[in-house]
């Protein structure tokens, strides 16, 4: 492993094209149609990456404004009047125009990609080829819920005849969207909710999380030019101050965030209405490896180490804790071992890196004391470099000998550490997995097609998603995604995501000859928008 001292170097040293351009000292937000200069107090944007020249935090790339309750009412206000009871021009425009209003805005998007993946190396860390892939994915996504939408409102687009009676039936927007997403995905995961929230006619009022704010201000001008004034607004700033007194308003009607139950909990209970409120919510998981006595060592090892540390384990879908069977648990160690010691561990643009600096500041302080909490109960580290540290960095640690007394066997780490739990009989596994807070997905890992399908049938009614031979993963983005017990509520897939973000509305009559020349000059004049009978090509 290299010296991690040396991994930061003098700030001249690094090529600019991995600079980010345009938003040094940022100080814009978006509210009812305005790109707004702030001139208030600054909230400075500390990089995990530090340069040589930086010595007690990592590199300051930008502020963004810390704004106060003020502002944030004025953008839920701005969100509030652009809906204005679903008579708002966003809401009432057709389908095809709010999916054109989508495709301007996708347009854009493309042309902020270097910079955005510039920023999302420099705020969170995340490799180059990563914050490439994030971004991708996003517009990916993107072009596939302008699909979906189409499909939607093709199959709406027709009557339903049913004991004399005949009706339209399509689905129709809910409101005001409060959107937060995660520091992880910052542009992905916000998305996922944004985007469909949006195209379904929803009017938004989104906060970036806490790190990951920068990279979205380059998007800013493109929401504004493509959507009406106040549909898609912009907060920054601390909870308590901006989104304590939106949710307590009562003026939310949807809650979409990503993030931890905790936080969740609070922000539910803060809404005065809380049947009012429908929540889409991605939270906590700490998904279980099970790798059986018969599994293909390769493939066990080579998924559970991208499972636990892809993006240093900072995924809510990644493996948090790894049962192995005890016959085969040295060898699994040794291999994986070996493989975790191959990692290249450095800057985020550097080749073939896969260990990059931790995004939160705490973090290697964390994970240490973690680690240390396991050793003084019996644990040990498996790897030579386990747990080495440096400011932001911080070397994966196998752990073998895991049990329940440790904090590491029931946290969610999200972070490089592998927990690993040995075990002689397969109701130990199934046992946490059903103790547990968490119910996202599992893993197992064999070849007996008996005891999988065993498993299975125990699993699926655990968790949401169970993955055989492979890692613990959200994507492709047309799969449901969605947990039990602590982690979600609602279901987010390309497809899922449109219909959490409306509800089915429908248009009845009885099938009288006056009812039925009416509904027919409605729709030959093309008079409503909802009622409506137009295929979207
Ligand atoms: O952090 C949670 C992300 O949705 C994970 O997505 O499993 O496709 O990396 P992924």
Redesign the pocket.
Known sequence: MKDLKKIFVPYESIDSKFLPQTTKFTSKYLINGKLGEWHGDLHQVISPIFTAEDDEHGHIVGTYPKMGTKEAMAALDAAVQAYNHGYGEWPAMSVAERINCMRKFVLMMKEQRDEIARLLMWEIGKSLQDSYKEFDRTVGYINDTIEAMKDLDRSSSRFTISEGILAQIRRAPLGVVLCMG?F??PL??TFTTLIPALIMGNTIVFKPPKLGVLLLTPLLNAFREAFPAGVVNTIYGRGKEVITPIMESGKVDVLAFIGSSKVADVLKKEHPHPHRLKCVL?LDAKNPAIILKDADLDTAVKETLLGSL?FNGQ???ALKIIFVHEDIAESYLQKLSEAVENLTIGLPWEDGVSITPLAEAGKPDYLTEMIADAVSKGATVVNPNGGKRYKSLFFPAILKNVNETMAVFREEQFGPIIPVVTFKDVDEPLNYVIGSNYGQQASIFGKDSQQIAHLIDILVNQVCRVNVNAQ????PDIFP?TGRKDSAEGTLSVSDALRVFSIRTLVATKGTDLNKEIFTEIVKDNKSKFLNTDFIF
């Open positions: 995660p992880n995905y992905n995961e991605g892809s995924r809510c879908t613990c993963q959200r994507g995604f």
